[in-house]
């Protein structure tokens, strides 16, 4: 018998519940087989519902105060090199506006100089291919406040 991606969580998930409340509970999952393509369709509202909840969280951030103005981080697939991870940003990079200052290799990561005033739609723009391209993520370059008392 194949496990599948279903019934292993459905495993942990009954696991976890046992562990937690000290009684046994059954989680049965049931899927309707699907054609290909209604997948595809699904994966991708889902995809788009994620940057869509980006999009609100953004509109609460302050330029300058809540992230670095020019500039968005982003995260490559493993054994990226630098040169990869440029050749990509050039390719989306129709008006000349993009320029990839650092990169660590270790990591697989980089900070990508943007227009000011379209970091959001850079880190959107590049989050919407992270499935089908070397990108991992991208996010806009945060900048950490320590408040105290």
């Known amino acids: ?13 009954v696991l976890s519940l046992s562990l ?5 509970a059954k989680i049965e999952i049931t899927r309707k087989p699907y054609h290909n393509e209604s997948i595809k369709k699904d994966e991708t509202i889902e995809k788009y519902s994620n940057l869509a909840e980006k999009i609100v969280k953004y509109d609460k951030l302050v330029p300058g105060k809540d992230y670095a103005e020019e ?4 995260g490559f697939d ?3 090199t630098r040169e990869e991870a440029n050749k990509l940003i050039e390719s989306y990079d129709m008006n000349n506006e993009l320029e990839l200052i650092s ?10 100089k943007v227009p ?3 970091e959001q739609a850079y880190a959107l723009f590049f989050q919407n291919m992270s499935d ?3 990108v991992k993520y991208a996010e806009l370059d945060y900048i950490i406040r320590i408040l105290c008392d």
């Open 1 to 13: 018998m194949k496990l599948t991606k279903f019934k292993v969580l459905a495993a942990s998930a």
């Open 20 to 24: 937690l409340s000290g009684c046994y």
């Open 71 to 74: 500039k968005i981080m982003m």
């Open 78 to 80: 493993d054994g990226t």
């Open 103 to 112: 990169y660590d290799s270790e990591l697989n990561w980089g900070v990508v």
């Open 116 to 118: 000011k005033g379209k």
């Open 132 to 134: 089908e391209t070397i």
